[in-house]
C-alpha cells in the first residue's frame, strides 16, 4: 500500500488533513503523520513514503534535506511567506545529492 506522510506542528490541522485525505482517496493510502523535524527525520531513516505534505513552516525549521530525498512533496503554509525565496530555497536543495537511507 502506497504511503502519504503528512507533516504539521499543529495537531489539529494532522487531523483535519488526514480526515480530508481519507474522505479523497478512502482507503488507497496509509496516512502517516508527523508534528516535528526530529520525528520525521527517525521516521525517514526507517521508511520511505510515496508521497509527502508538508507545512512549509516546519520545513524551514530544520528539514531541508526532504528535498533531496525525491520524494515528490506538496508545501503548504496558513501564514504569508515571501513564497518567491521558499522557492528558491527549495529548487537549491533539490539540485544537490539525494540522501540516501
Known sequence: M???L???DEEGILEILKYEIRDELGTAFQI???SSPTEVEKYLSEHVPDYIISDIQV???DMKY???LGIPTVFY???LLDI???IKEVTVASQQTPRQY
Do not use: F, N
Open 32 to 34: 502517516e503523520t508527523l
Open 77 to 79: 503554509s496558513g501564514r
Open 6 to 8: 503528512v507533516i504539521d
Open 2 to 4: 502506497k504511503t502519504i
Open 84 to 86: 518567491e525565496q521558499e
Open 66 to 68: 526532504l528535498a533531496l
Open 59 to 61: 520545513y524551514q525549521a
